[in-house]
């Protein structure tokens, strides 16, 4: 039987199988043995085949034994404590060896997602995702570029298709709205402009939502959970608000779990995915897959170029031919610096 993982326990695991729903499992004793790399040998959203126990548990709930996981299409993992980067990352645009007429700078930089810098395990947050609904407000918290740009770099680093939700449009002018959508648009993204005070745009992103595992995530204040209320009010998520009155709350722990959604899908709830975002993304990774840059053709004289003050950059060439907009690439070079420290 195939079933998805919704959830970790210390001692067991939630799952869910089509037509069953709930079934709480053991592990096969092969499958704590596998994983040298990370610290759980499983995530919430992987796809597994258990064995029904055909007799309930004294609460009543079925269980079951999960005999094998299937290989996970992507992941969101955590650095180990005290590295930098989140370890066994693909780089989909990565040139291989002999691409192009590709020199190295002399102080290049080999990090980036790829690269595995420390002997402590990974905590894997979540598998095999869908979706990242990337959600940033207008105003009440400020549009912040950056961050934005932080989340879809790491979202399209795991190859994971992402929608950008413009939320609390209800406090934006229409000017600062395309100001701030048209960049976005132009570099190939899907945006949804919502409001969960006057429900605009939440008939689209539940219908964004109705199939598949999907992961909300953006800067704290932004209406995550608002957003998540307005398509699954079963869901009863405490929002911020609430939870700064009663000093407790779903978001106040580490526990993430796969819930699932009235329409169909399901939604990962878990605080830890900024540290995912902030940890995750490096200079050389910027560089290459910062929104928009894929769009125009470029050939940098070094294949490690970060569009800075490298020689023969064609990326800033690009910029000054008017084919890259100024505005936006001042915002990366920002962004760029905020990684690099300086
Ligand atoms: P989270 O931290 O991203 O989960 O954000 P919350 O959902 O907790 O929302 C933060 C605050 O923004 C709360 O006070 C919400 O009531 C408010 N909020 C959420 N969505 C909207 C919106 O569309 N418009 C306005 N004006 N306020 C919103
Ligand atoms: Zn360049």
């Keep these: 039987m195939k079933a998805v993982v919704t959830s970790l326990g210390s001692r067991s695991v939630?799952?869910?199988?089509?037509?069953?729903?709930e079934i709480r499992c053991s592990l096969r004793g092969h499958l704590w043995e596998t994983s040298e790399e990370e610290t759980r040998p499983l995530a919430v959203g992987d796809r597994v085949s258990l064995s029904p126990d055909l007799t309930h548990g004294e609460d009543q709930c079925l269980e079951g034994v999960i005999e094998d996981v299937a290989p996970r299409?992507?992941?969101?993992?955590?650095?180990?404590?005290?590295?930098?980067?989140?370890?066994?990352k693909r780089d989909p645009t990565k040139r291989g060896p002999g691409g192009g007429s590709a020199g190295r700078r002399p102080d290049q930089e080999s990090g980036g997602r790829s690269r595995h810098t420390a002997a402590g395990k990974v905590q894997v947050i979540a598998a095999n995702i869908d979706q990242i609904l990337v959600v940033a407000a207008l105003h009440s918290p400020p549009f912040r570029p950056g961050l934005v740009d932080r989340f879809l770099v790491a979202a399209a680093a795991e190859e994971i298709d992402v929608l950008l939700i413009l939320n609390k449009v209800d406090l934006a002018n229409h000017d600062d709205e395309r100001s701030v959508v048209e960049p976005f648009q132009q570099a190939g993204?899907?945006?949804?402009?919502?409001?969960?005070?006057?429900g605009e745009g939440i008939e689209e992103l539940a219908t964004a939502m109705a199939s598949g595992i999907h992961l909300l995530v953006g800067h704290s204040g932004t209406g995550k959970s608002s957003l998540l209320n307005?398509?699954?009010?079963?869901?009863?998520?405490?929002?911020?608000?609430?939870?700064?009155?009663?000093?407790?709350?779903?978001h106040t722990t580490t526990h993430v779990s796969l819930l699932p959604l009235p329409a169909g899908g399901w939604v990962i709830d878990s605080p830890g995915?900024?540290?995912w975002v902030l940890e995750g993304v490096s200079p050389a990774l910027l560089a290459r897959l910062y929104p928009g840059f894929g769009e125009i053709?470029?050939?940098?004289?070094?294949g490690d170029c970060l569009h800075r003050d490298e020689p023969q950059c064609a990326l800033r060439q690009a910029v000054e031919e008017g084919l890259y907009p100024k505005d936006r690439y001042a915002c990366y070079l920002r962004v760029l610096a905020d990684l690099q420290g300086s």
């Design 14 to 21: 939630l799952v869910h199988a089509d037509g069953l729903g």
């Design 73 to 88: 299409r992507n992941r969101i993992a955590r650095a180990p404590a005290g590295s930098r980067g989140a370890p066994g």
């Design 189 to 198: 993204y899907s945006v949804i402009q919502t409001s969960t005070v006057t």
């Design 230 to 250: 307005a398509v699954a009010p079963t869901l009863n998520l405490t929002t911020s608000e609430v939870t700064a009155h009663h000093g407790r709350g779903r």
């Design 273 to 275: 995915i900024r540290e």
């Design 297 to 302: 053709p470029h050939e940098c004289h070094y």
